[in-house]
């Protein structure tokens, strides 16, 4: 399998609770690399555009607002096969129905606030990638593997 990459984006409940360091523990203890990161406030826009599957449904309005009401923190992260692991540790869409040990499982409460976003395929990824960071703000994970530890 080859190495991939993922846009996850901690939501804006997340933030509010503190819990960007433990999603981001989880993602570093599995053995991912962090390549990109930033604490960000999303443009009604952007918002729309990176959920656009989803504008003909009922809660797209409440799903733009909720993006769109406070910081959420974008990070990509890489690795192999980390796409669909990812979606694994996030678990099902209602954090009712995600099993605990998943991130919705342990965390998330309500279907609209469900703590964290992530890439579901690999075409998506890439999209999401470039829509939320420049190439520039990624970072090539070999040139700091070893350098000074
Ligand atoms: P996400 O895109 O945020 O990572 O979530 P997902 O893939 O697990 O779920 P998706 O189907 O893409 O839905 C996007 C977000 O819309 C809200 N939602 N509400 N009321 C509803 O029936 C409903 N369905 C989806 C959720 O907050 C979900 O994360
Ligand atoms: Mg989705």
Redesign the pocket.
């Known amino acids: 399998m080859a190495k991939q990459r993922t846009f996850i984006m901690a939501k804006p409940d997340a933030v509010q609770r503190n819990l960007i360091g433990e999603i981001m523990q989880r993602f570093e203890r599995k053995g991912f690399h962090l390549i990109g990161a930033k604490l960000m406030n999303v443009p009604r826009e952007l918002a729309e555009e990176h959920?656009a599957e989803?504008k003909e449904?009922p809660?797209f309005g409440e799903?733009v607002d909720f993006i769109t009401s406070g910081a959420v923190f974008a990070m990509v992260w890489e690795g192999e096969n980390v796409i669909a692991t990812a979606r694994n540790m996030m678990g099902k869409?209602n954090p009712a129905e995600a099993a605990p040990g998943t991130i919705r499982g342990d965390f998330g409460i309500s279907?609209?606030m469900?703590i964290?976003?992530?890439s579901?395929a690999p075409e998506t990824a890439e999209r999401e990638i470039k829509l939320w960071f420049k190439e520039d703000e990624l970072h090539v994970y070999e040139k700091t593997i070893n350098k000074w530890i």
């Open positions: 959920y989803h449904k809660f799903l869409t279907m609209g469900n964290i976003h992530g579901d």
